[in-house]
T-cell receptor
Framework: NAGVTQTPKFQVLKTGQSMTLQCAQD?????MSWYRQDPGMGLRLIHY???????DQGEVPNGYNVSRSTTEDFPLRLLSAAPSQTSVYFC????????????FGEGSRLTVL | EDQVTQSPEALRLQEGESSSLNCSYT??????LFWYRQDPGKGPEFLFT???AGEEKEKERLKATLTKKESFLHITAPKPEDSATYLC???????????FGKGTMLLVSP
């Protein structure tokens, strides 16, 4: 039981490049989400999904794209990277019903030059 | 709009010196209040969920309490290994998402 797995752990991009951060969970959680964490800003929600085929925007969605074709996977796409997207990204999942605690991955540190 | 404010931003304690972290919140309908611990370079790790005013939960040297406006994380006789950032989050009953505070960075010196 691996929990929430994120890849890659570290990535350096140049401005304008695109990339995908991968997230997979093996707990059969309906709800999955992406947060970014910046110094002094805390965790901010980018996008979330309550089930396969359903996604919605969070607090800071601009510049990011998501899709949810399976229960297990929730990739985050950066369409044209900008220095403002330099951050640590966390994927988190939970059961849609129930007590609501999120299970987090280990994070992906992205630097955009 | 849900709001979560944590104080202090940073706290330095001597080993054995008890203290409390505060989480003030504004939410239209509280479904749950969560405490997480985050170590440097790691993802947040779940500690507690509190659901209603007056509820308390304990785990080793940590005790979380909840009122209608705030939650406290009490740390009794802390050890250096308790050093971490502690995050508070609220789950609004009308939404699927959690709103997080900015965290309190705790450093416990030997």
């Amino acid at each position: 039981n691996a929990g929430v797995t994120q890849t890659p752990k570290f990535q350096v991009l140049k401005t304008g490049q695109s990339m995908t951060l991968q997230c997979a969970q093996d707990m059969n959680h309906e709800y999955m989400s992406w947060y970014r964490q910046d110094p002094g800003m805390g965790l901010r929600l980018i996008h979330y999904s309550v089930g396969a085929g359903i996604t919605d925007q969070g607090e800071v969605p601009n510049g990011y794209n998501v899709s949810r074709s399976t229960t297990e996977d929730f990739p985050l796409r950066l369409l044209s990277a900008a220095p403002s997207q330099t951050s640590v990204y966390f994927c988190a999942s939970r059961y849609q019903q129930g007590t609501g605690e999120l299970f987090f991955g280990e994070g992906s540190r992205l630097t955009v030059l | 709009e849900d709001q979560v404010t944590q104080s202090p931003e940073a706290l330095r304690l001597q080993e054995g010196e008890s203290s409390s972290l505060n989480c003030s919140y504004t939410v239209s309908g509280l479904r749950g209040l969560f405490w997480y611990r985050q170590d440097p370079g790691k993802g947040p790790e779940f500690l507690f969920t509190l659901y209603s005013a007056g509820e308390e939960k304990e785990k080793e040297r940590l005790k979380a309490t909840l009122t209608k406006k705030e939650s406290f994380l009490h740390i009794t006789a802390p050890k250096p290994e308790d050093s971490a950032t502690y995050l508070c989050a609220v789950h609004n009953s009308g939404y699927s998402t959690l709103t997080f505070g900015k965290g309190t960075m705790l450093l416990v010196s030997p």
